[in-house]
């Protein structure tokens, strides 16, 4: 049985060849021209010793040089290894090295590092854009004389089409493989029965294209259903803001963080666009933050729940249910999302409906396991569900509240305190802009809470904390807050805690 990633592109290409596929400032690209392109790479690629099963790092910002290395790479049967864009040398080099990368494409802004961190793992470098190493050879540039290759090598739906590395919340980043049947399964159910996408719909392209949200929610379910996706290389809110009406964008997807810079730049412009829907992941998207959007854009924000290791999408507000604040919707057709016993490691107890547990999962869209790490895999699927390390609940109707990651959950004084609780509490407090809810090492309690604040107006710290007082139990508000210019992000948009820890613990 032969199953590739690549008949999407393919497809498209002949259904709805005249479409705009992509589409970055001036620059439109047909679903016929993208096609043509990527195999023109694929050609490239293959001259240079890429064949069936090689792994081949893509360093690349959202511009289309992405999906043409990225199509013409799996067009090969080759494996896409998307590097996250903002790592250094040593990072990059773990990267290629742990998956074993036959080559690099890297555009040229990256290259600074890129070539550094190729250079210490042995790894030959193709560049793309202009502006670069004079000395390093550019696959845009001989992809132009290329002749395409014919169309895709024929893979297994068990097969590895990309391998998308973790964070890495403790230790090195592990590399997730996700394969063709995985990715093909997410992206019909996405558009076939979760998201309300189709032909006619242009889609803001500002997730970037190296995350699971961006790649596979955004550029492959669009490329699916034939949809044209408006590249914006790197998010700032009045730019998104000014795409979505300049391009009459029609689909907004995009992280809790993004919806925020949204308001903050609806502030100051009068720019509205006419969006049929706002699709948010990443993260846990505060009730507060919902319910002003819809104010001020007049459209609901469906909120949905995945990882990378799930393909990524498990649960959804979808097209099937009536929507439901505050919840990440309702399991995806043809996969199961149950809530079990969390202090249990080695085994799966389920637990009863309305009981708080960890959020498990089981279903085509659960990766084959971590590369090269037999023990990380045996410890994430047990039972043949994958543990997220996410905790939350599932109602009587099946829908999905999300509490907190396991790891994030504060013990104070035997109490514990799950710091989205407090974040929601804070965000409705008008100086608030954006919060973040940690625990610190303190000697009475075990841990104290605080809250990370960056402002949105004026506003002192025992404001703060008698605001959260008068809102929230005796054991939970937080006794320290302190604000900040910003918070550090992760490449998904979620807010990276454990930096927040090491900063401020004494």
């Known amino acids: 049985m032969s199953l590739t990633i690549a008949s999407m592109l393919a497809e498209s290409a002949i259904r709805y060849a005249d479409n705009t596929a992509v589409v970055l400032g001036d620059l439109k690209l047909t679903y016929a021209q993208l096609w043509t392109h990527a195999k023109q790479y694929a050609a490239v690629l293959r001259e240079k010793g890429v064949g069936p099963g090689d792994r081949v790092a893509l360093l690349l910002p959202n511009t289309p040089h992405f999906p043409l290395a990225y199509f013409g790479t799996i067009a090969l049967g080759a494996v896409a290894v998307p590097v996250h864009a903002l790592l250094k040398a040593e990072e990059i080099e773990y990267v290629l090295s742990d998956s074993g990368a036959k080559l ?79 990715i093909t399964m997410n992206v019909v159910v996405s558009a076939q029965h979760s998201f309300d996408i189709d032909e006619h719909d242009i889609v803001l392209g500002c997730l970037p294209l190296f995350h699971t949200f961006g790649q596979t929610c955004c550029m492959n379910t669009a490329f699916y259903v034939g949809a044209t996706v408006v590249l914006l290389p790197r998010f700032d809110g009045a730019a998104a803001l000014d795409l979505l009406v300049a391009q009459k964008c029609t689909i907004f997807m995009g992280v809790p963080t993004m919806y925020v810079g949204l308001l903050e730049a609806a502030k100051s412009s009068d720019a509205r666009p006419n969006l049929r829907s706002a699709l948010s992941g990443g993260a846990a998207l505060p009730l507060a933050v919902l319910e002003k959007f819809t104010e001020v854009f007049g459209t609901q924000i469906l909120e949905g729940y995945g990882l990378t290791e799930t393909s990524p999408v498990a649960t959804f ?20 999302v149950e809530i079990a016993r969390a202090e249990l490691d080695e085994r799966i107890e389920l637990l009863a409906t309305g009981e708080l547990g960890e959020i498990v999962v089981r279903g085509h869209n659960v990766f084959k396991g971590y ?45 514990n305190v799950y710091p989205r609780d407090v974040e929601e509490v804070l965000l409705r407090h008008p100086g608030v802009g954006q919060v973040a809810v940690i625990g610190l090492p303190d000697a009475q309690y075990g841990e104290e809470i605080c809250a990370v604040v960056v402002k949105d107006g004026e506003v002192a710290e025992d404001e703060l904390i008698a605001w959260s007082k008068g809102h929230l139990a005796a054991y939970k508000y937080p006794r320290r ?3 900040a210019d910003a918070l550090p992000l992760g490449p998904s948009g979620k807010v990276l805690k454990r930096e927040l820890v090491t900063q401020y613990k004494v």
């Open 104 to 182: 690099l494409v890297c555009a040229a802004p990256l290259l600074g590092e890129g070539a550094k961190g190729a250079e210490l793992a042995g790894v030959p470098v193709l560049a793309v854009m202009d502006g670069g190493d004079a000395t390093i050879e550019r696959i845009d540039t001989l992809a132009l004389s290329a002749t395409p290759v014919d169309g895709f090598e024929p893979r297994e739906p068990s097969d590895t089409a990309v391998i998308l590395y973790t964070s890495g919340t403790t230790g090195k980043p592990k590399g997730a493989e996700i394969t063709h049947l995985n």
């Open 371 to 415: 590369l090269n790490n037999p023990e990380a895999t045996a410890a994430a699927i047990v039972d043949g569900w994958f543990r997220t390390g996410d905790l939350g609940t599932k109602d009587a109707e099946g829908y999905i509240r999300i509490l907190d990651r396991k790891k994030d959950m504060v013990i104070r004084g035997g109490y």
């Open 317 to 336: 507000n979808q097209k099937s249910f009536e929507p439901v604040a505050g919840t990440v919707g309702k399991t995806i057709w043809g996969v199961e």
């Open 481 to 483: 807050v302190i604000f």
